[in-house]
């Protein structure tokens, strides 16, 4: 028999525990997701441009301008884009959330920089890069290192 043949059988037996694996994951993803919904309020286009003080007829042009130049993220929930509220202050992005945006943005998907920025982190001593917003050197370099390729 070819490696071939030898793969083709694996990947046919695989396929039932692979399927539960999925399934394991959806789930898990799906509990964390609703957690978060649960302990992190959001904002959503609209609020974002009351808190802001905007009074464009356009609601959804300040939350829209921020995403696109970086300087904060989203996550989508039941068709409706939020904005997590500890990216703001007073209305306005925190800077450090833009910096380091400018390392994770491109490599990580809404959901996944809202995990990162609410879990606890080792290049931050196992806290939080919400908790440590304000140390924004920590928080880069912490995104910074997260955002290295792997080697190996």
């Known amino acids: 028999m070819t490696d071939e043949a030898i793969d083709a059988l694996v990947s046919v037996y695989m396929r039932t ?58 996550i989508k929930h039941g068709g409706v884009e939020y904005f997590p509220a500890f990216q703001f202050e007073d209305g306005q992005p925190i800077e450090t959330i833009g910096k380091a945006l400018a390392s994770l943005g491109e490599k990580k998907s809404g959901w996944q920089l809202a995990f990162w920025f609410t879990s606890p982190n080792g290049w931050l001593d196992g806290k939080r890069p919400v908790d440590v917003i304000k140390d924004s050197n920590a928080v880069v370099q912490a995104a910074a290192r997260e955002a290295e390729d792997i080697i190996g």
């Not at 904002?43 to 007829?57: E, V, W």
């Open 17 to 74: 525990p692979n399927v539960e694996v999925e399934r394991l994951l959806y789930d898990s993803n799906a509990k964390a997701r609703a957690r978060f919904l649960q302990e992190w309020p959001g904002f959503t286009s609209k609020d974002l441009a009351d808190a802001a003080g905007h009074g464009s007829k356009n609601r959804s042009m300040t939350a829209s301008r921020w995403k696109s130049k970086g300087k904060v993220f989203s």
